[in-house]
């Protein structure tokens, strides 16, 4: 055993610890991102020698994923993320049965995505597939938001938001409500398969089937009337693809939460390695203070030292930040990119520091310049107002202003024109030249809606739709929420159009007056 | 090399694979098992696929899989599955005359896009994807029709042809009239510049046109009407308006009268179906010179 394990073997968990140094070694060897400088050389001597004895071993090409038993943690990032989780779920949950009464044509659900009709609804808002650029102004502000939650406080959506960490939290619950705490269950898995241990290992994966097909049976209520989907599934109504989904989210839900975990942040996921290109130094991350906390000690041999005239640091090496990690990561190696920053090992390390009566926040959101600030003596820097963070802040204000005035000032019938290929044009039996157009119009209203069509730029031209030749006035009917394709024809009677003349069609509700216009051309003969 | 393999990074304490480029060393860190288990798993499953699925090409055939799957039984089905979806709509327009369809928006709205389909994948080789003709098949976007441009005339000569051979079929041969030696090559040119003159065309000059309009009189005005303005009961062309099947230029005019021209369309009944032909009959009607 090495000096260090020596020291926290002195401590409550010694007995598992023993089981957890494994453990570490394996943390030790898995490190991919640099550490900072061993602060204490016989430390880093102890390092090395570990080191040494893997130079003779081969370092396997595959490894085995090691279990890790988070323990249970109380504190101020426990209770935010508790709330966040409530919160996210709540909405995943229960958005479909949210109601939003939008006419007698259309559905009545707030958020609805409309597949067989190509529609999606949000509250108030309803887009067509032609309209999915916003879906492209809201991924720019998923992502700036993303960057600036990343400048401001490092990996925010990994620790609290991120569904990998809200299913995989609740999973972990429940793993620790059935099968026991960290020691109880490290313990009970060390021992063999008694008929308890059984028990609760059934209850937990029932629990986590159920919260699983929850997830995906919740997933498809997003897609239709939710009730109704609801009555239809239990009735085994529903069409085969809501079953489908139901199953294959099940299963993600279930393999993901309940087994991969960190897995997924460590193997499968491209925003750790995108966040750490991302970060900067002035960016807040959940940090180990070894200014404070080294050289570790436990409280005996701290006081020991302290009374000889030795430096000794705050942290006692209990590990207990180790013990609750979510994803296995000891923080006082520093930054990792297995470490999701959930802020857990701070309330662990607060928890230990209150009954040892050292002052709090031995880890904390900081950054390593207020740690170099602190061991030179100087005030600590927080610079939130930053180019980046004021870049994105402005780009995240652009593109919001952009989506809301063109959300407010759209149109509520639009037409496209589409020149006929062949024949590009046509002359008719008396000399006169017609070019005709698919013209698509579409009714974004819950009513039935006339629409005439007229067109411009061309002096001597008539405009003739074919759907309409028996009324003679061109007035085009569309059903609510439609669109209608016409046929249009356009005849210069001229006798000499140029090869090419731009025209436009504009688009007239016969009530309400609304228009919307489009432009194509008139092929001539260019004789 | 050998000795690289053993080193340790420093840093992170890691092994390297012993590859080095210009010093820069690669780590070696492991893979996770799982992802082992994944990649076998890719293999059993790419070996159960060749069992399920056709996959394996022998001599003169394929392994033919387990269940007898083949992407052609695949597209039937799909057919099939489109066609029963389109039945209440092809049952209403086979029941529906083809001056009413256009009274039923939903119906027509239908029936143009059958059509359409329709066209573009029989008629379109000869007439053009839009129905834009060529050099001796008629453009149907245009007014000038040689059978006769209302709806129920159009679906007849879809159904049973032209010259097709059909006992239906529309018929009707323009004698060669330089080739079977009824006109001599003067006269012949002389008619030819008469029919430019008569569809303001610019004629040769020295050209005895009086004697062109006898001949006209004589030779062609019993099938294209003494003013040369066509009969749609023979098909005969209107030669005074600005559209010509195949060409107007005065050496195009005189092959035409000289060897005698007479296009054939084939019969589409026994082809197509009746309903599909009635929604190609308003399709071309639709696309702009379609007559009442």
């Not at chain 1, 880890?363 to 390593?368: E, F, P």
């Not at chain 1, 009513?447 to 031209?461: K, P």
């Amino acid at each position: 055993m090495t000096a260090l394990t020596q020291t926290a073997c002195r401590d409550a968990e010694c007995g598992l610890f023993a089981l957890a140094e494994g453990a570490r070694v394996e943390a030790v060897k898995m490190k991919v991102i640099a550490q900072p400088p061993p602060l204490d050389p016989a430390a880093g001597a102890t390092s090395d020698t570990l080191f040494d004895e893997f130079v003779e071993d081969d370092t396997p090409l595959y490894q085995a994923r090691r279990k890790i038993y988070p323990q249970r943690v109380n504190g101020t990032y426990r209770r935010i993320k508790w709330a966040v989780l409530f919160v996210t779920l709540g909405i995943y949950y229960l958005t479909p049965f949210l109601r939003w009464d939008r006419g007698p044509n259309s559905p009545g659900q707030a958020v609805l995505i409309d597949l067989p009709n190509r529609r999606f609804y949000f509250f108030f808002i309803e887009i067509w597939p032609q309209e999915i650029y916003y879906l492209t102004g809201l991924l720019i502000l998923a992502a700036m938001t993303l960057f600036l939650m990343n400048a401001l406080a490092g990996r925010v959506w990994c620790g609290y938001l991120c569904p990998q960490t809200v299913w995989t939290d609740l999973f972990q619950t429940i793993e620790r409500w059935t099968e026991g705490d960290r020691r109880e269950h490290l313990l009970r898995d060390r021992g063999g398969w008694t008929a308890e241990r059984v028990g609760r290992a059934a209850t937990k994966h029932f629990l986590w089937l159920i919260i699983a097909w929850w997830t995906g049976g919740a997933w498809v209520l997003y897609f239709a009337d939710a009730p109704t989907l609801v009555r239809d599934l239990a009735t085994l109504h529903a069409p085969f693809v809501a079953y489908l989904w139901i199953g294959i989210l099940t299963f993600t839900t279930y393999a993901l939460a309940g087994w991969m975990r960190e897995q997924v942040c460590l193997y499968m996921c491209p925003w750790p390695r995108i966040q750490a290109a991302l970060t900067d130094e002035y960016a807040l991350n959940v940090t180990y203070r070894y200014d404070r906390g080294e050289p570790r000690a436990s409280v005996k041999k701290s006081a020991a030292l302290l009374a000889q005239g030795l430096p000794a640091g705050d942290c006692i090496d209990c590990l207990q930040c180790l013990h609750v990690c979510p994803t296995g990561v000891d923080i006082r190696d520093g930054p990792d990119l297995g470490c999701i920053q959930c802020g857990l090992c701070i309330d662990a390390c607060d928890a230990v520091m209150a009954k040892v009566g050292r002052p709090a926040r031995l880890i904390a959101y900081d950054t390593d310049i207020n740690i170099k600030h602190r061991q030179e003596g100087t005030a600590p820097i927080y610079h939130f107002v930053r180019l980046r963070t004021a870049l994105y802040v402005v780009i995240i204000t652009m593109v919001c202003g952009i989506m809301t005035f063109a959300l407010a000032t759209r149109n509520a019938q639009s037409i496209s024109v589409l020149h006929d290929r062949n024949p590009v044009f046509v002359r008719l039996s008396d000399g006169a030249v017609r070019n005709a157009y698919t013209v698509r119009i579409a009714n974004k209203r819950s009513e039935r809606r006339e629409f005439t069509l007229s067109i411009s730029g061309l002096a001597g031209s008539l405009l003739d739709v074919v759907q309409t030749r028996e009324d003679g006035r061109f007035v085009v009917d569309v059903g609510p929420d439609q669109t209608r394709e016409v046929r249009a024809l356009v005849t210069d009677y001229a006798l000499a159009p140029p090869p090419s003349t731009s025209v436009t069609f504009h688009l007239y509700d016969v009530v309400t007056g609304e228009r919307a216009s489009a432009g194509d051309y008139f092929r001539g003969t260019g004789e | 090399m050998a000795n690289d393999h053993t080193h340790v990074d420093s840093v992170t304490g890691t092994t390297t694979t012993g590859h080095e480029w210009d010093g820069i060393r690669e780590l070696n860190t492991p893979l996770p098992r799982w992802w082992l288990w994944l990649f076998y798993l890719t293999i059993i499953w790419a070996v159960g696929y060749w069992v399920v699925y056709p996959a394996w090409p022998l001599i003169s055939s394929f392994t033919q899989g387990a269940f007898g799957w083949h992407s052609r039984d695949a597209v039937v089905t799909d057919l099939k599955e489109l066609t029963s979806l389109r039945a209440p709509m092809t049952e209403k327009l086979a029941a529906t005359a083809l001056p009413d369809i256009k009274a039923n928006q939903d119906l027509a709205d239908f029936t143009y896009a059958q059509g359409r389909a329709a066209f573009r994948e029989n008629c379109g080789a000869c007439h053009g994807a839009g129905g834009g003709g060529a050099k001796g098949y008629p453009n149907l976007n245009d007014n000038d029709w040689l059978w006769g441009g209302t709806i129920e005339q159009i679906e007849q000569t879809i159904t049973f042809g032209i010259r097709s051979g059909h006992a239906k079929a529309r018929e009707s041969q323009m004698p060669a009239f330089g080739k079977d030696n009824i006109l001599k090559s003067n006269e012949i040119i002389s008619v030819a510049n008469y029919v430019r003159s008569i569809a303001g065309l610019s004629t040769r000059t020295g050209v005895d046109l009086k004697a062109g309009a006898k001949i006209f009189a004589d030779n062609c005005a019993v099938c294209h009407g003494p003013e040369g303005k066509g009969n749609r009961e023979l098909g005969a062309p209107n030669l005074t308006d600005g559209i010509w099947l195949f060409g107007s230029d005065e050496a195009t005019i005189i092959d035409v009268i000289a060897n005698a021209r007479g296009g054939v369309m084939p019969a589409w009944t026994g082809r197509l179906d009746p309903v599909t032909i009635k929604a190609l009959a308003y399709y071309v009607h639709s696309l702009g010179g379609g007559e009442k």
